[in-house]
């Protein structure tokens, strides 16, 4: 059982039925908002179309290479799709230096296009001549398919020189710089695009793509009519379209005011984007750590855990000094462990602390604020996923998902199925699946479908 002082604690982030419909209308009615032209200015969730309007046949061939920038890590792909036949991927990882993340933006694409140059050498693809699909995950406004401009830095990044600009042309021109490899960029794509294209590859039922990682967005298909900001030449001869939500900056005009705690409000005004992606600061990785360890903090400081230890004190100063200590990956593991041994929960303790031996009634209060927060963040993303699924004609709606988050966590799908039942309109069936390289494979079958359109 846990104790009453640490349910009182974390009162504020368990959402009561009420809050979850509140947040559910409030949600569908930003969603109309984003879509319709007159009020998209006003809108937080911004619901830009993608250009993309065919989903895999899965007859899709051929060679593509794929850029992923938008997590932790950059990544060079080179996908071989083959039908209906398995894909082969290869792939690098790069580092994206913190430097990079908030130096100039020309510096940016002149390591990406370094790093490409350097995988293209590798696979001795110099004169090869691909198609690239880069999946660019930041808000973007589309001209097209391989036009996107910037409209603002989310997950930590925040170089100069590139909000406003087409960061197409942008990679183009860093190519053209260094003048060593003849690479035609055809398509740019957000990763939660690259998931549902990914999923719907293998899933024909698939309608929804959604990331739980460092960051936290989902985007649909959405019949044209209802798209008012895609030109009438982007209209003809085209049903539907892919619509990016960027769902993270929902809450931006108070909506989420009457659920966001204390905790919520900090971790904003510490970060590089205050007053931005509300709704993302409740449920991505780069955030949820950083909530506990806050949570945590308190807890120490009103002595409702680790009672009996006499170095509360300096627990209280390692957690109030080092930020970001807590890491979104610890809360999985947390969550892994089983009573009474709480492995996980205790090398982590150990870790944070240097306690050896923590108690039981302690581990279990450590466990109880993990799994609070991150239950909020999966009730807030069924919320999102519900809307889209609600607005979608079909009866049956596959939702493919990805992300660090919901990848590693042992319990996020099982919290948003929760709530998703509670939700989902009662004459509709749906599913969720877990993508495999959205980013990656789904450039490609972006750039595949797109030359094939063409
Ligand atoms: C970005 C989205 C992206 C999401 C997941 C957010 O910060 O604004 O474009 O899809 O992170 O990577």
């Given at each position: 059982m846990i104790d009453v002082e640490v349910r009182e604690l974390m009162q504020p982030f368990l959402l009561s039925d009420y809050q979850v419909q509140e947040v559910y209308s409030r949600f569908c009615n930003e969603i109309g908002k984003g879509l319709k032209r007159s009020t998209h200015a006003q809108a937080n969730t911004k619901c830009f179309p993608t250009y993309v309007h065919e989903l895999p046949t899965g007859n899709?061939?051929?060679?593509?290479l794929a850029l992923d920038l938008g997590g932790t890590n950059f990544r060079v792909l080179l996908v071989t799709l083959k039908g209906h036949h398995d894909d082969t991927v290869q792939s690098q990882i790069y580092a994206?230096?913190?430097?990079?993340?908030?130096?100039?933006?020309v510096e940016l694409f002149d390591h990406i296009a370094e790093c490409l140059a350097k995988f293209v050498d590798k696979h001795e693809m110099r004169n090869a001549h691909l198609p690239l699909g880069f999946t660019f995950s930041f808000p973007c406004v589309q001209m097209g398919l391989k036009e996107a401009m910037l409209t603002r830095w989310t997950k930590g990044f925040d170089c100069p020189g590139v909000e406003g600009e087409d960061v197409g042309r942008m990679l183009h021109e860093a190519i053209q710089r260094r003048g060593d490899a003849d690479i035609a960029v055809v398509a740019i794509l957000n990763d939660t695009t690259g998931t549902l294209m990914s999923c719907a590859h293998r899933n024909p039922e698939c309608r929804v793509g959604v990331i739980?990682?460092?960051?936290?967005?989902?985007?649909?298909?959405?019949?044209?009519q209802n798209v008012e900001l895609l030109e009438h030449q982007f209209r003809r001869g085209h049903q539907q379209?892919?619509?990016?939500?960027?769902?993270?900056?929902?809450g931006e005009s108070g909506q989420l005011d009457f659920v966001r705690t204390e905790y919520d409000k900090e971790v904003d005004r510490k970060s590089i984007n205050c007053s931005e992606q509300l709704f993302e600061k409740m449920t991505s990785g780069m955030y949820l750590g950083e909530l506990v360890r806050l949570v945590l903090l308190r807890a120490i400081e009103r002595n409702i855990i680790f009672k009996l230890s006499p170095k509360r004190k300096e627990y209280v100063e390692t957690l109030q000094h080092k930020v970001h200590i807590y890491e979104t990956k610890h809360i999985s593991e947390v969550e892994s462990d089983s009573f009474p041994e709480f492995l996980n929960t205790r090398r982590i303790i150990k870790q944070l602390f240097g306690l050896e031996k923590a108690t039981v009634e302690d581990c279990q209060k450590f466990k109880y604020i993990c799994e609070c927060v991150s239950r909020r963040a999966a009730t807030l993303v069924a919320i999102g996923i519900s809307g889209l699924i609600n607005r979608i004609n079909d009866r049956k709606v596959v939702v493919g998902i990805d992300g660090s988050v919901y990848r590693y966590h042992p319990k996020f799908d099982a919290y948003i199925r929760e709530t998703m039942h509670k939700l989902v309109k009662s004459d509709k069936q749906f599913d969720i699946m877990l993508s495999e390289d959205g980013s990656g494979r789904?450039?490609?079958?972006?750039?595949?479908?797109?030359?094939?359109?063409?």
């Open positions: 899709e061939m051929g060679k593509y994206v230096p913190k430097d990079l993340m908030i130096g100039p933006g739980v990682g460092t960051g936290c967005n989902a985007c649909y298909l959405e019949d044209v379209v892919i619509v990016n939500i960027e769902w993270g900056a929902f789904g450039a490609a079958l972006v750039a595949a479908v797109a030359s094939k359109t063409k």
